[in-house]
């Protein structure tokens, strides 16, 4: 038996990911499509009238799972994955994948199954998410505060800031800097324990707000957006930035950190993956690719933007500047 360790551990609580890709695949019979052909997204999507996002995304996963390839903006099923996975591949295992997908529905219940009559126990969903973010930060947050330097700012904004992770980093490198962290009502009272814990309270204004629809506090030197793109779709970024761009003094920056995809968006691979979490778990969302935020950032009306830093665990950096006026 492998003995367990963090990595391990981890790799146990997403284990599915890849195993749900294929199953999919199976039940949309996208290996018998793409055996021995070359297509794009609009050729396999277009006749069955499938969503051509939804598509890409997961097209874009299994090649990074090794079960198709990409071409020139085009798929096909590997050689293996024909074999085995099309319906009539030599010797294809097809059929035990529909079974599969259909034992996947079941074991979803089971943890229904274990409490019975009772109900399922209620999780505290916005802690889960926050704490587990928090968990990942101390590998990252003060490497990427040294990169932005934001002491440069002396005020600065960081926009859904969670558990406050980014802002204490950010501090650690001046207390005398002034912060903001705007989230959610029921998001604050989360961050303020973290921010209490740390010691930092006292150096950081807690604002309440949501990040798509209201305006941000004014006056800022940076506006930091971590982890946050990915979860909006182009134009709601768009928006996004613009709101930023009304936030900062003239000069200002606003710092992105989260995945920057290659042209082909095969890279960073947990970035391709990851665009299949935020295409079942968002409305719009999705993992992007540098020239899409560039773009996206000059609508908003910025200047100057830049690669800080590539990162193959949504630790990317762009960074880009209000116009001095």
Request: net charge negative.
């Amino acid at each position: 038996m492998p003995e367990l360790d963090a990595e391990r551990i981890a790799a146990l609580c997403r284990g599915f990911v890849e195993s749900r890709l294929m199953l999919t695949a199976a039940e949309l019979d996208l290996f018998s499509k793409l055996a021995g052909k070359w297509l794009t997204v609009d050729e396999v999507a277009l006749p069955e009238r499938w969503d051509t996002r939804a598509l890409r995304i997961l097209l874009d996963a299994l090649v990074v799972t090794g079960l198709l390839v990409k071409r020139a903006g085009t798929y096909s099923t590997t050689p293996l994955a024909a074999e085995f996975l099309a319906r009539d591949g030599a010797m294809t295992i097809l059929d035990n994948a529909l079974h599969g997908a259909e034992l996947w529905h079941q074991w979803s219940r089971l943890t229904s199954c274990v409490v019975g009559a009772g109900l399922p126990p209620q999780l505290d969903h916005n802690s889960a998410f926050i704490g587990a973010m928090h968990l990942l930060s101390p590998r990252l947050a003060p490497g990427i505060a040294a990169l932005v330097r934001p002491e440069l700012a002396r005020r600065f904004l960081d926009v859904g800031g969670g558990s406050g992770a980014y802002t204490m980093a950010f501090l650690n490198r001046d207390r005398t800097l002034k912060a903001t962290i705007l989230d959610l009502p029921e998001v604050l009272p989360i961050c303020r324990e973290h921010l209490i814990e740390g010691d930092f309270l006292e150096h950081v204004e807690l604002v309440a707000g949501d990040l798509t629809r209201d305006e941000f506090p004014g006056g800022q030197g940076l506006v930091l957006l971590s982890a946050i793109i990915h979860m909006l779709s182009l134009p709601q970024n768009i928006e996004l930035f613009r709101r930023c761009f009304r936030a900062l003094l003239p000069g200002g920056r606003v710092v992105i950190r989260d995945y920057v995809m290659s042209a082909d968006r095969l890279q960073p691979r947990a970035g391709t993956l990851f665009a299949v979490n935020m295409l079942v778990a968002t409305e719009g969302g999705d993992t992007y690719t540098f020239a899409e935020i560039r773009s996206a950032l000059a609508a908003a009306g910025f200047v100057e933007p830049r690669v800080l830093q590539d990162g193959e665990r949504m630790n990317a950096v762009i960074e880009a500047y209000r116009p001095r006026e």
